[in-house]
C-alpha cells in the first residue's frame, strides 16, 4: 500500500485563523502532541511573519525530533533566509515557499508578469535549497491558474530542486472532480513530475476541502495538508481526522495508508479546541460530541445488538474515553493512577497529588466522575501551575433584586495577598471589575465569553472561555469549575495572566 503523507498546518494556517493567538509553550505542547500523532510534517509557523512565529518555530524545530519540522516563506529572499534560519537545528528541516501564480493575483495583487513570476520562484527556490535541502513550493491559488502555465511553473521549481509541489486551492473555490482532474493534469503534463511529491492544500469555503483532498489523492497527490478540526483562514483547512479516518475506514476503495496513530486524535482534537478556543461543533465528523452518539431508537437497538449495524468506525480507534461512570469518591489513588495510565498521561508526584485532591473533591459535588472530568481537571491544573496570578478565595451575590457584588482574593506573583471587592452589571461583570481593580491593567477589553459544559447533567463542570482585548492582540484564558462563575473568574485570570507574560516576552 502507498502512503499518504500527513503535513499537518494547525499551527500555521490554523493558528493564523482570528484570534488564535498561541504563545510558544502552546504551540510546542501542540506539536509533540502532533508527534505522537504521528504526522510527518509539520509546518510550525511562518518564521518571517513576526519574532513570535520565529522563536515558536526555532524551539519546535529543535525540540520535535520526529517529523519533518517546516517554516513557511513568501517569494522574497529575506523571508526565505529568515525561514532557514528558523528549521536550521531541526532534525529534518524543510522550507516552504509560496508564490501566487492566477491571473487575476498577478494582474491586481503582484502585478507582475508570468515569466517574471516564472523566474522569482525558480531564484527563490535555487536560494533555498543551497541551506535545506527539502524544499516545497506552492503556486498560490493554483485552482484558477490557466493549467498551461501552472505546468510550466511547476516543471521549472522542480529543476532548480523544489521535491514537493503543492497545490492550493487557496480560497476554497473548487470541486472535487475538477481539481481532482486538475492533479490528473499535471501528472500528465510535467514531464519531470517524478521527481517531486504532489501535495494538496484545500480550503473550506464550500464544505469540499476533505473532498477536493480526497479527490486530488485518488488522482497520485501523496501529500494532504490539514489541520486539526479544519481549523485555520476563514472557513478553515481539509481536517486531519476526516482525511485520514477516511483513508483508514475505506481503505478498501483507497488502498492507502497514512503513519497517523488514530487513538491519538481525539486527544489531539481536545488540546487544539482547548489552547484556540476554538470550540468543535457537536455535529463535527469524527471528533464532535455527537459523532458516536445514536438518538435514534431503532439505530440505539441496532449498535447495542451489534455495533457494526450502524457505527462504520469503532470510537475506540480515534482515542474517544467513556462517558461511563469511572471513578467514586471511594475509588482510591490506586484506581486513579491506573485510569490516567489508560489515558496516557504519566505525571509526576506532586501533579498526580494536585489532581487526585481535585478529583476526590469534584466526587464529592458531582457523584460520577468521568474520563472527561480527568481531562478537564488536568488542563486546569496545568494552567493554575503556569499562572502568576492566582485566585484565591471568591464569593459573589446576585439575584433580580440584588445587587450583583464580587469579593476576591487573588494571591499576585510575589505571594502578597490582595483583596477587594466591586459591583457589576451581573456576576460575571462584578468578578471582572474586581479582578481589574487587583490587576491594574490599563485598556483591557472582553471580546468573548463562552461556557460549555463538560458532561451531561446539572452537576456538569462548566468550562468557560474569555478572550480579552489589549491594544489590538487578542488574550484567550480558559477555566473549569463546577461552578460556573467561580470558572470564569479563573478564565479571567487566566487570560490576564497571558497577557502580562506577553508583555514580559516583549521588553
Ligand atoms: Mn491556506
Keep these: 500500500m502507498d502512503k499518504v503523507i500527513i503535513f499537518d498546518t494547525t499551527l500555521r494556517d490554523g493558528e493564523q485563523a482570528a484570534g488564535g493567538t498561541l504563545n510558544i509553550q502552546e504551540k510546542l505542547e501542540i506539536a509533540r502532541q502532533l508527534e505522537n500523532l504521528g504526522v510527518d510534517v509539520i509546518e510550525a509557523g511562518f518564521p518571517m511573519a513576526s519574532p513570535g512565529d520565529f522563536e515558536a518555530v526555532s524551539a519546535i524545530a529543535k525540540e520535535v525530533r520526529k517529523p519533518v519540522i517546516c517554516g513557511l516563506s513568501h517569494a522574497s529572499p529575506n523571508a526565505v533566509d529568515r525561514a532557514a534560519e528558523a528549521v536550521k537545528n531541526a532534525a529534518h528541516p524543510r522550507i516552504h515557499i509560496f508564490l501566487s501564480s492566477s491571473e487575476i493575483h498577478l494582474v491586481h495583487q503582484l502585478k507582475k508578469s508570468q515569466q517574471e513570476v516564472i523566474e522569482l520562484a525558480c531564484s527563490m527556490v535555487t536560494r533555498a535549497k543551497k541551506m535545506v535541502d527539502d524544499i516545497e513550493f506552492s503556486p498560490m491559488d493554483a485552482s484558477r491558474t490557466d493549467p498551461a502555465y501552472l505546468y510550466k511553473i511547476i516543471e521549472e521549481v522542480i529543476k532548480c530542486g523544489a521535491t514537493t509541489i503543492n497545490v492550493p486551492d487557496t480560497v476554497g473555490y473548487s470541486i472535487p472532480e475538477e481539481f481532482g482532474a486538475l492533479i490528473a493534469g499535471i501528472f500528465k503534463n510535467v514531464p519531470n513530475i ?11 469555503d464550500l464544505g469540499m476541502a476533505t473532498a477536493n483532498s480526497l479527490a486530488a489523492v485518488r488522482n497520485g497527490a501523496r501529500q494532504v495538508e490539514c489541520t486539526i478540526n479544519g481549523i485555520g483562514e476563514r472557513a478553515g483547512n481539509a481536517a486531519l481526522e476526516e482525511i485520514v479516518m477516511a483513508i483508514k475506514t475505506r481503505s478498501d476503495f483507497f488502498n492507502l495508508n497514512t503513519g497517523v496513530d488514530t487513538t491519538q486524535i481525539y486527544k489531539t482534537s481536545r488540546l487544539v479546541s482547548e489552547m484556540t478556543g476554538f470550540i468543535v461543533q457537536p455535529n463535527k465528523a469524527i471528533v464532535g460530541a455527537n459523532a458516536f452518539r445514536h438518538e435514534s431508537g431503532i439505530h440505539q437497538d441496532g449498535v447495542l445488538k451489534m455495533a457494526r449495524t450502524y457505527e462504520i468506525m469503532d470510537p475506540h480507534v480515534i482515542g474517544l474515553p467513556s462517558n461511563s461512570l469511572i471513578m467514586g469518591k471511594l475509588s482510591g489513588r490506586h484506581a486513579f493512577k491506573e485510569r490516567l495510565a489508560e489515558l496516557g498521561y504519566v505525571l509526576d508526584e506532586t501533579a498526580f497529588q494536585r489532581a487526585f485532591t481535585a478529583i476526590i473533591a469534584l466526587a464529592d459535588k458531582k457523584k460520577e466522575v468521568t474520563d472527561k472530568d480527568i481531562e478537564s481537571i488536568l488542563a486546569e491544573d496545568k494552567r493554575i501551575v503556569a499562572d502568576t496570578y492566582h485566585l484565591d478565595r471568591i464569593q459573589v451575590t446576585c439575584g433580580d433584586r ?29 468578578v471582572c471589575e474586581v479582578i481589574d481593580k487587583i490587576i491594574k491593567i490599563q485598556d483591557v477589553k472582553l471580546t468573548e465569553f463562552t461556557v460549555k459544559s463538560v458532561t451531561e447533567g446539572i452537576d456538569a463542570i462548566g468550562e468557560v472561555l474569555i478572550r480579552v482585548e489589549s491594544k489590538g492582540t487578542t488574550y484567550t484564558g480558559r477555566g473549569a469549575d463546577t461552578d460556573i462563575i467561580v470558572a470564569s473568574a479563573k478564565a479571567y485570570v487566566n487570560a490576564l495572566n497571558r497577557l502580562i507574560a506577553a508583555k514580559k516576552t516583549e521588553k
Design 402 to 430: 440584588g445587587i450583583p457584588t464580587a469579593a476576591v482574593r487573588l494571591i499576585a506573583p510575589d505571594g502578597e495577598v490582595k483583596s477587594e471587592a466591586a459591583i457589576g452589571t451581573g456576576p460575571v461583570d462584578a
Design 194 to 204: 517524478n521527481k517531486a511529491v504532489i501535495s494538496v492544500h484545500c480550503h473550506n
